[in-house]
């Protein structure tokens, strides 16, 4: 249960939910953050663009030269760009959730959402301002580090709030925030190019119509971010779902009914394993999400040179997989 919102930060208190609450709007706002930190998953639709853009940088002789070899990349911007623009961020993630999630349980979920949202907003905002400028460096420090924080609260901030709220459906309510991930990036991703189509069509250069979509998206997505905030609420200490007792809770050999701080957990050798397991799996799938727009290309391809999808349905395609292959 719960500690008391009375016993915490004033973050706490000013949100905790009165009497009547709705506990069904709290997976609306695990939808809202998640959908849009989602994104990331849709982020190569515009690789190609972000690397012709940036092919003269300095940044992608380096990587050309040194660290190409490593990556494995034949195109030294490709890796580049997959690099300053997702891998970093990806890295970003989960350092931030690591470090972040005992802030994040003290100080409340709308504090951590609008945390969030300001580290998101302004890596889009820095992010495209890199892009104007034709400077990577800025790519990465707002894409992949400021976005890559915000990617790593928001993350985290909705899951554990939905659990608390649902401790009679602990699978619903985590699952229901996670989808949002994935449904984030099957929008994301045609509407990226949706987009960045239309800016073309008003005259601006390839690569800079991925730094008008980052504006574009900075406001998208503070404004919902912003409206998942404003409707969270905390649960009462006493609180507990109608006809829900905790007595009564089915047990299962795979759970255990004891209770194990961070600080213990990480000298056991289980969550070690159990550590390498998730980064091996998560590190094979991830590596593919850069180039997951080609992919689909390159496979649905007609005889002739021409493709089978138009770029909606590839860059909807696309981010399926990505988050498909990422879970």
Not at 52 to 72: C, M, R
Request: glycine residues 12%.
């Amino acid at each position: 249960m719960a500690p008391s919102a009375d016993t915490r930060a004033d973050s706490y208190r000013k949100i905790t939910a009165g009497p009547g609450f709705n506990r069904w709007l709290i997976p609306l706002t695990a939808l809202a953050i998640h959908m849009c930190i989602g994104q990331v998953y849709g982020t190569s639709v515009y690789q190609s663009r972000l690397a012709e853009h940036f092919s003269d940088d300095p940044l992608v002789g380096i990587f050309g030269q040194v660290l190409g070899p490593i990556f494995g990349g034949e195109d030294a911007a490709q890796t580049a760009v997959a690099f300053f623009a997702f891998s970093l961020s990806i890295v970003l993630l989960g350092l931030s959730a690591a470090l972040f999630g005992k802030w994040v349980d003290s100080r409340g979920p709308r504090m951590a959402m609008l945390a969030s949202a300001a580290c998101w907003v302004s890596g889009f905002i820095v992010g495209s301002v890199g892009v104007f400028t034709q400077q990577l460096w800025l790519v990465g420090l707002g894409y992949g580090v400021l976005g890559g924080i915000g990617l790593g609260i928001g993350y985290i901030a909705p899951v554990s709030t939905l659990m608390k709220w649902f401790p009679d459906r602990p699978g619903l309510g985590t699952g229901m925030a996670i989808m949002g991930f994935g449904v984030g990036a099957m929008i994301a991703a045609p509407f990226s190019n949706i987009m960045m189509g239309l800016f073309d069509d008003l005259g601006a250069d390839p690569g800079d119509s991925v730094g008008f979509l980052y504006l574009t998206m900075a406001v998208a997505y503070g404004l919902m971010m912003l409206f998942a905030a404003w409707i969270v609420r905390v649960l009462t200490d006493d609180w507990k779902p109608e006809g829900f007792d905790p007595e009564k809770k089915k047990t299962s050999k795979m759970v255990s009914a004891g209770n194990v701080t961070a600080n213990n957990a990480i000298k056991t050798p289980q969550f070690w394993l159990l550590w390498v397991l998730l980064f091996v799996n998560i590190t094979a799938s991830i590596g593919l999400l850069p180039q997951a727009a080609n992919f689909v290309q390159d496979f649905f391809r007609e005889e002739t040179g021409g493709e089978t999808f138009a770029q909606p349905e590839v860059a909807a395609v696309a981010a399926v997989t990505s988050s498909a292959t990422s879970r």
